[in-house]
């Protein structure tokens, strides 16, 4: 199974890597572009272990809660980011 | 509008920083994670100027063929790096 994990800084942080970046694209003649952020995409392969005695929905909503536990002690910064995540297969 | 761009390492390239991350998933007890590979996602907020002269379909072309100039003019390392880009608004 394959998580994707998407991490950004929160709209009030300051990002000076995206902001590197839009000053990148404007020297290359890109002046359409208004303002860029730079976060994280985290891709989790997890083993799909599914316990017999739990129905396939307890099991997502578990899965759920171990990705959500993974993001807030170690992926995220929750004082400066935000995360969403997805569970592709 | 907005212009999400994931960019993740080849899966020829090793990935130090998703080992690490793999490492300290273990460490807090999440054994069922098989790999974790680390990206980038980057957002960009571009004006909604759209010429009168062209079709939507016409500009939204011309954005994507944008969008791809700046991915291998800058953004992505195309030699150890591949994208894919969604145009969210």
Known sequence: ???????????????????????????????????????????LYISDVQPSDKTSEASAEELRGHIKEMCEKLLVNTVIEEFRFEVVK
Chains 1, 2 share one sequence.
């Open 1 to 43: 199974m394959k998580v994707l994990i998407y991490v950004r800084l929160k709209d009030t942080v300051l990002d000076p890597q995206g902001k590197a970046v839009l000053g990148g694209l404007r020297n290359l003649g890109f002046a359409e572009i208004e303002n860029v952020k730079v976060g994280k995409m985290i891709e």
